[in-house]
Structure formats: structure tokens, C-alpha cells
């Protein structure tokens, strides 16, 4: 009896430590699990009640504009998977905010569409780096449906009057309220993905191959901005997607190859450049392992580290021009230059390779970087040795034949090989044209062959 009861004892003990196991695991879930299942944000406005959500929706609240400014500066920090449940920007979703804006009041949405108009507002907000217009941006969805995003982040290469008309936007953003028959959503800022070859808006197809990737192509303004210096912590963000976006067009496979790259008149207007595709032809020097920090995310790279390979590439007959200002000491460079080019994972015909090799690698232009050196100081303390910064597709990368990088040697026994077989073709032809000749002469003898008579 005695023994039962320790069972039973022993079987309830047991039935509590489980239970208080799985309520242990359960509560270690994150918060943001729970979340990310839903799609009303309303609790990362804690200053805001429902009954303020809900005027806002309607249009019965006061100072919208302070009101969707404030929205817009805290969407920043909202984290990615929050958004897993964002509701698709359709035609026939937005009708239904329409006819029922109170029940979508501070909803997660996803748009993607094209740019009918931009114009900024009276609106305001006020960030780190200043205080920013919030603009008012009309975007058709791709199946007809209208809305407008209120956003103080819009590319700056759109903001001229008539650029952005047409361009292709895809982003995500909180419905505040509706106008004029429209939703009108809330978002830190215009993601940019052209998909068509622009010119006058620096748009080619390397840009538009890192779009496809996912690259957001407005987050080049901020490497832009830093041109000049190393990357820093202001453009870490935009540097990790900028990897990944390569990554993702190297593993999609047949990227296009891109021209030549000219260091002249990249190095004239290097800002102009950023992102677009080159053809990275030199003789490979040196390649060194960079260490990838463990918080590093999103970046396929072997054994938690890319490569930096230093190419000298040939500048022809032109001449490179370093140069402290216009006033300054400047130093002519004949014959080449050395640049850098980042990968992603190293090729295999690269491994355990002895250098210098030459070699052909498709890369897009990420920088400027320009520092002194033990010659520069020699010249000047202000003058500064830029250096091109690329990122390369591994996969596309290939060695050239050091000895024969044009392939003229190849030519050359071709026609040589098809010299001698012309030359045999004739002896043929001219040893059967000698027999025929006797043979004919044999009938025409009197006694030998058959006879004519």
C-alpha cells in the first residue's frame, strides 16, 4: 500500500515537473513569435489609444501630419519578421479598407507598384540627420489598385521632377487613413527596383540586376554620400545587402558580363557609377581571407570570411591623374593601376593557385576609397591614393591564360593548321591530275594499253 502510494506520489511529482517544463519552454518562445502572426501594429504605438486609431482612420483627427510623422520615425524599429503577415496592397484589398477604414486602422500592408505622381507635404519629421519633408507618393498596384504612401525617405535620385513617374516601388507601410477614395499607408521609407534601363537616372543593367536581387537601389544614395572613406558604420546596412545582392545574382547564374571597366573615367565621376556592372580584366596579385564578424547575417560566404583580391588592371595608353585639388599636387599614372575586388567565396580555379595570374572578373562598383600611402605622402600629406572597390561574381570569375590572355596564339595554329591542309589538299589534287594525264597518253600509244584501231 505503502509502495502504491510513493507511485502515485512519484507519477504526480512527475505530471508537475512536466508541466512546469512545458510552461518553461512556452514562455522562453519570443515574444515577437506570437507576433509576427498578426498584423496589427498597434502595439508598438503604446501612445496611441484605439479611439485615436480609429478618428485617424476616418479622418475626424487632428494634426495628421504631426501624427503620421511621429508613425512614420517609429516604423524604423520595427523588426523585419514583424511584418510576416502584412497584408498584399491588391485592388481588391484596398477596396475593402475603403468601405471599412476603422477595421484596418494601423494594419501592415505590402505594396508594389509603379510611381503615378510624387509631391511633398506640409508634414515633417525629424531624424538623426536633420528634419525631412514627408512626401506624398501615388503608386498604381500591378493590378490596377490605387493607394498613396507618406514617407520623409524617398531616393534622391527621384525627387527631380518627373523621375519617379513610372518607376517600380515595392515597400511596406501602416494604413493610417483613407483620401479620396485611396488608402493612404505610412512607411520609413520607398524602396526602389527599377526594371528598366535608364540613363539619365543611372540606371543600367547592373543596377537593375542588383534589384533583382533584392537591393533596395535608393540605399546606394547613402554610399554615395560616403565615397570617399572606407566602409563605415553609417553604411554597414547597405554594404550586407549589397553582398547579398550580388550573391543572389551569382547564384541565379548568366549575369550579363559587363564592359570593360575604364579606371579614367570611373575615377573622374565615380559617384555616377555605383552599382553599375564592369568587366574587371588585370593581372591578379595577391589574395587575402577577410574574417566575417559572427553578426554579420545574410551573406554566403566560406567559412565565415569573403575574399579581397588586388588586381592590377592595364590602363592602355591613357593616363590616371591623382590629384590633392585643383590647386594641389597631382601625379600621373602611365602603364596601370591596382584595384580591389571582393568576393563572396573564392573560385576554384583560384585555389591553391600560384600568382600573379591574369584574370577576367564580372564585378559591380561599391566605391572610391581614398587613403594615403608611404608614395603619397612622399608627394604630399594632402594627396590621397583612391582605390576602386568592386564586388564580384564568383562564379562568373575565370583565369586567363597569362602568356596568351587574347587567345591569338589559338588563332595563329588555327590558321596554320588549315594552311597545311590546303597545301596537302593541293599535292592530292595535283599528283591525280599527273595520273590522269599518263593514263591518257597510255590509249593514245600504239601496242600498249587498248588499242585505237
Known amino acids: 500500500m505503502v509502495r502504491n502510494s510513493e507511485n502515485e506520489s512519484l507519477k504526480k511529482r512527475a505530471i508537475r515537473q512536466s508541466a512546469f517544463a512545458f510552461a518553461l519552454l512556452i514562455s522562453s518562445v519570443p515574444a515577437g513569435f506570437a507576433r509576427a502572426q498578426t498584423n496589427d501594429f498597434r502595439e508598438y504605438f503604446p501612445q496611441m489609444e484605439l479611439d485615436d486609431w480609429s478618428k485617424l482612420a476616418s479622418g475626424d483627427a487632428e494634426n495628421t501630419e504631426a501624427v503620421t510623422g511621429d508613425i512614420a520615425l517609429r516604423l524604423e524599429n520595427i523588426p523585419d519578421w514583424a511584418w510576416a503577415n502584412a497584408i498584399d496592397a491588391t485592388a481588391e484589398t484596398l477596396a475593402g479598407v475603403v468601405r471599412s477604414p476603422r477595421e484596418f486602422a494601423c494594419r501592415a500592408f505590402r505594396f508594389d507598384g509603379r510611381v503615378v505622381d510624387l509631391a511633398p507635404t506640409t508634414g515633417e519629421v525629424g531624424r538623426d540627420d536633420g528634419v525631412r519633408p514627408i512626401w506624398r507618393v501615388a503608386i498604381q498596384t500591378r493590378d490596377g489598385g490605387e493607394l498613396i504612401v507618406l514617407t520623409d525617405r524617398v531616393p534622391k535620385t527621384l525627387l527631380k521632377k518627373g523621375n519617379a513617374n513610372g518607376q517600380r516601388v515595392s515597400g511596406r507601410g501602416v494604413f493610417v487613413f483613407a483620401n479620396n477614395s485611396r488608402p493612404v499607408l505610412v512607411s520609413d521609407r520607398l524602396p526602389w527596383f527599377p526594371d528598366q534601363v535608364n540613363d539619365g537616372l543611372h540606371i543600367g543593367e547592373g543596377q537593375m540586376v542588383l534589384a533583382d536581387g533584392g537591393l533596395d537601389i535608393g540605399l546606394l544614395d547613402d554610399i554615395r554620400q560616403y565615397s570617399d572613406a572606407a566602409v563605415g558604420t553609417a553604411e554597414h546596412d547597405v554594404f550586407q545587402q549589397f553582398l547579398r545582392a550580388v550573391d543572389r545574382a551569382d547564384e541565379q547564374g548568366n549575369p550579363p558580363i559587363g564592359k570593360p571597366v575604364d579606371l579614367v573615367v570611373l575615377a573622374q565621376s565615380p559617384r555616377e557609377h555605383v552599382g553599375q556592372l564592369f568587366l574587371?580584366?588585370?593581372?591578379?596579385r595577391r589574395i587575402t581571407p577577410v574574417e566575417v564578424p559572427d553578426d554579420f547575417p545574410g551573406v554566403m560566404v566560406e567559412d565565415h570570411r569573403y575574399f579581397q583580391l588586388d588586381v592590377f588592371v592595364p590602363l592602355g595608353h591613357r593616363t590616371l591623374v591623382l590629384g590633392a585639388g585643383s590647386d594641389g599636387p597631382s601625379v600621373e599614372i602611365h602603364?596601370?593601376?591596382?584595384?580591389?575586388?571582393?568576393?563572396?567565396?573564392?573560385?576554384s580555379e583560384l585555389k591553391n593557385?600560384?600568382?600573379?595570374?591574369?584574370?577576367a572578373v564580372p564585378a559591380f562598383f561599391l566605391k572610391i576609397w581614398k587613403h594615403k600611402t608611404?608614395?603619397?605622402?612622399?608627394?604630399?600629406?594632402e594627396l590621397r591614393r583612391p582605390n576602386p572597390v568592386f564586388v564580384g561574381l564568383p562564379r562568373a570569375a575565370r583565369v586567363v591564360d597569362a602568356e596568351d590572355p587574347t587567345g591569338l596564339g589559338l588563332l595563329i595554329a588555327a590558321f596554320w593548321i588549315g594552311l597545311i591542309g590546303v597545301v596537302a589538299g593541293l599535292v592530292v589534287w595535283s599528283r591525280g591530275r599527273s595520273r590522269s594525264h599518263l593514263s591518257r597518253r597510255e590509249i593514245q600509244l600504239p601496242g600498249k594499253g587498248i588499242s585505237s584501231n
Do not use: H, N, Q, W
Open 280 to 284: 574587371v580584366e588585370g593581372k591578379l
Open 374 to 381: 608611404i608614395a603619397t605622402r612622399a608627394v604630399s600629406p
Open 335 to 347: 602603364g596601370g593601376f591596382g584595384v580591389t575586388v571582393l568576393l563572396a567565396r573564392l573560385p
Open 353 to 359: 593557385r600560384e600568382l600573379p595570374v591574369e584574370v
